[in-house]
């Protein structure tokens, strides 16, 4: 990791508890498209007149793509640096919540969540990485 990463400038220092609250609310959208899916399934299948075991894509999608971009959050981190990572996973979660809102097929359903796992399988680490940096050590 980079020092310029973890060096917060004094005059710009933002209050803790606005971090916080900042970091707070994409991560939380992000855990909550894990499992709230979960007990839509049967709603889904319903609506797109699909089996619950194709329906179980739309779960199955999301944590494939979240799992595949977790290790890469690091790497992903050093190369854009924290404000723009965040900026563009966030947007990234958004368009495929977007595509899901949306969805007039099952499959389409499906790519929207492999979008949102994309964007939101790195949200959990960047979040700790940028709350460890930004609060005191004591």
Request: with cysteine; glycine share 6%.
């Amino acid at each position: 990791m980079s020092t310029q990463s973890l060096t917060i400038n004094p005059a710009k220092k933002n209050p803790v508890w606005l971090v916080a609250v900042t970091i707070l609310f994409p991560t939380a959208f992000a855990m909550l498209a894990t499992s709230e899916t979960n007990v839509a399934i049967p709603h889904i299948a319903g609506y797109f007149g699909a089996t619950l075991d194709e329906a179980n894509w739309v779960i199955t999608s999301y944590m494939v793509a979240n799992a595949i971009l977790l290790p890469l959050t690091a790497w992903f981190e050093n190369l854009m640096g924290r404000v723009n990572f965040l900026k563009v996973f966030i947007a990234i979660f958004t368009l495929g919540s977007i595509i899901c809102a949306f969805a007039p097929s099952l499959n389409m359903m499906v790519l929207g969540r492999v979008v949102q796992g994309i964007g939101g399988g790195p949200l959990m680490p960047i979040s700790q990485a940028i709350l460890i940096s930004s609060f005191p050590f004591e």
